[in-house]
């Protein structure tokens, strides 16, 4: 965790360690895809990189986080290659606990009504959720992780909670340019439990800012090592001192559909009930801070 007195660039995508985009269809109950179907690493030097160091720099990533607990309200604006685009609005209160980062999140379904989720983050994955029609939050079937959580659109579980950032079995493979600066890239790959639910999601490909150990992108490697979603941070703003991702796009490199999320209004460096991250919690409505500032559309 970044200590509060510091005011440094390296909380510019923390903020969002929760939201990535990363939707693949559900084939539930399949067996794990062998390891033989893992996609090789792609070193981008000629010998393979120090894999002692690349663990450090992994385990230095999980650790940071922003100061303070915060709040955003967002859109989810879904752009489909042909068809009409739709967009729709959420809010996210955001903390990290001893075991990694935990989110509370609302999606508003326009017919459906609200669908509430707590998500937690880290080396023990879970999720609860609570929709109108629910009549307690429970824990969420881990069936339902790629499922598309509103309709028309490609965010699932999967997606908010991204998983894989702690996922134990990676390849380190070097330092490359993205978009003009350097970043380490990791291959990670999935445990059995997400390969039974996914056999065509073999492996994450995760990019970070050499300097600040950010998120900038991350792709779902399917079959021939092939990019089959890929995430990408586009926009930053700075609040209360602290910088925070604005704009995340989700480009699925199948049909070519995107989904941006972009934040509206948000709120830093907060100090929130602990209530608001109880699983119980999510039956009751909670309002956001008082104290938001508009990042503009």
């Known amino acids: 965790m970044v200590a509060s007195g510091q005011n440094t660039p390296a909380r510019k995508w923390r903020a969002f360690l929760l939201a990535g985009l990363a939707c693949l269809p559900v084939w539930?109950?399949?067996?794990?895809?062998?390891?033989?179907?893992?996609?090789?690493?792609?070193?981008?030097?000629?010998?393979?990189p120090d894999q002692a160091e690349g663990a450090r720099l992994l385990a230095e990533f999980r650790g940071l986080g922003p100061a303070g607990d915060y709040y955003l309200d967002f859109e989810l604006q879904v752009r489909p290659r042909r068809g009409a685009e739709q967009v729709f609005s959420g809010q996210l209160w955001g903390t990290?606990?001893?075991?990694?980062?935990?989110?509370?999140?609302?999606?508003?379904?326009?017919v459906a009504g609200p669908r509430r989720l707590l998500i937690q983050n880290g080396p023990d994955p879970a999720v609860w959720a609570w929709q109108a029609e629910s009549s307690a939050p429970g824990p969420a079937d881990p069936a339902q992780l790629f499922a598309p959580l509103l309709p028309g659109a490609d965010l699932t579980l999967f997606d908010l909670q991204m998983p894989y950032l702690y996922w134990e079995e990676f390849v380190f493979e070097g330092v490359t340019k993205l978009?003009?600066?350097?970043?380490?890239?990791?291959?990670?790959?999935?445990?059995?439990?997400?390969?039974?639910?996914?056999?065509?999601?073999?492996?994450?490909r995760v990019y970070l800012d050499t300097q600040f150990r950010a998120l900038v992108q991350s792709q779902i490697i399917g079959e021939d090592?092939?990019?089959r979603?890929?995430?990408?941070?586009?926009?930053?703003k700075k609040i209360d001192d602290q910088?925070?991702?604005?704009t995340i796009d989700l480009r699925d490199e199948t049909t070519r559909n995107k989904t941006r999320f972009q934040v509206v209004r948000a709120?830093?460096?907060?100090?929130?009930?602990?209530?608001?991250?109880?699983?119980?919690a999510l039956a009751d409505p909670i309002a956001p801070p008082e104290r938001r500032v508009w990042l503009g559309r």
């Open 229 to 236: 979603r890929t995430f990408s941070v586009l926009d930053l």
């Open 28 to 48: 539930a109950g399949a067996a794990p895809a062998s390891k033989s179907t893992r996609p090789p690493p792609q070193y981008v030097q000629l010998r393979a």
């Open 267 to 280: 709120a830093m460096g907060l100090d929130l009930a602990p209530r608001v991250f109880e699983p119980a």
């Open 96 to 110: 990290r606990n001893a075991t990694g980062p935990l989110s509370r999140v609302v999606l508003h379904d326009p």
């Open 225 to 227: 090592n092939r990019p």
């Open 179 to 204: 978009r003009g600066r350097p970043a380490h890239v990791f291959l990670l790959y999935p445990p059995d439990e997400v390969a039974a639910l996914q056999p065509e999601l073999h492996g994450v």
């Open 243 to 246: 910088w925070m991702v604005k």
